[in-house]
């Protein structure tokens, strides 16, 4: 089992969040810490594989509760940055610490069971390799490729469609333009359906962002843009 430690201030939070970690096969919640002092403590009596870090902490920031476990030598687990922070100086940050992924709050449990499947490949994938002989460079490529893969659709998703349709966004997004679901199913002649599905999938998964617009009559128009 990869053991999971939970840090979040919110209570109700920390708790959904590891209802969420409890659900995935072969994950376990060995703890929960509401300020970064408690995480840092916890990290070191518990020794979990995986940490889920918020960034807003009442004591000190998840930035500095990052860095002080990459300065340990005894306990250095993986960490997934779970957090409102949107401003790049925190997903900056974040990856010059070494967290191996950025989740926007708030997201669904399918996003949250993506990235944490993906950790299990390559933990798995180190398990594997001898630990008493070198790495050989086909060792090294896939647990790389495993960790740098991006985080697949669901189940119902093509993998190319959604390459397609991230193209689009991307490109659209770069003008500094947004997208909906109608003018996405346009360009890629997908059912409007469909091409919601894969814009809201990448909502999911900290990939990008929906607004509302507001027009005269009826419901609101969902406008995506790529982060």
């Known amino acids: 089992m990869i053991r999971v430690l939970v840090v979040d201030d919110d209570f109700m939070v920390a708790k959904?969040?590891?209802?969420?970690?409890?659900?995935?096969?072969?994950?376990?919640?060995?703890?929960?810490?509401?300020?970064?002092?408690?995480?840092?403590?916890?990290v070191d009596e518990l020794r979990p594989d995986l940490v889920?870090?918020?960034?807003?902490?009442?004591?000190?920031?998840?930035?500095?509760?990052l860095r002080q476990l990459r300065g340990r030598s005894s306990a250095d687990p993986d960490v997934i940055v779970i957090t409102a922070a949107r401003d790049l100086d925190t997903v900056r940050g974040a990856i010059h610490g070494g967290?191996?992924?950025?989740?926007?709050?708030?997201?669904?449990?399918?996003?949250?069971?993506?990235?944490?499947?993906?950790?299990?490949?390559?933990?798995?994938a180190l398990g594997e390799l001898p630990g008493d002989s070198p790495a050989a460079q086909q060792d090294v490529d896939r647990l790389f490729g495993t960790r740098a893969r991006g985080v697949t659709p669901p189940k119902g998703l093509s993998p190319e469609t959604a390459r397609i349709v991230e193209e689009i966004l991307r490109d659209q997004s770069a003008d500094g333009g947004d997208l909906s679901a109608t003018e996405c199913a346009d360009t890629t002649e997908l059912s409007r359906v469909s091409a919601r599905k894969y814009l809201e999938h990448f909502v999911e998964t900290g990939r990008a962002e929906?607004?509302?617009?507001?027009?005269?009559?009826?419901?609101?128009?969902?406008r995506y843009r790529w982060l």
């Open 210 to 222: 929906v607004r509302l617009r507001y027009g005269g009559t009826g419901r609101p128009e969902r």
């Open 99 to 124: 967290a191996l992924h950025y989740l926007i709050k708030p997201f669904s449990y399918e996003a949250l069971r993506e990235r944490l499947e993906s950790f299990r490949s390559v933990h798995r």
């Open 52 to 65: 889920l870090l918020d960034i807003y902490l009442p004591d000190i920031d998840g930035m500095s509760v």
């Open 16 to 42: 959904v969040h590891s209802g969420y970690v409890s659900r995935v096969e072969g994950f376990e919640v060995v703890g929960v810490a509401h300020t970064g002092a408690d995480a840092v403590v916890a």
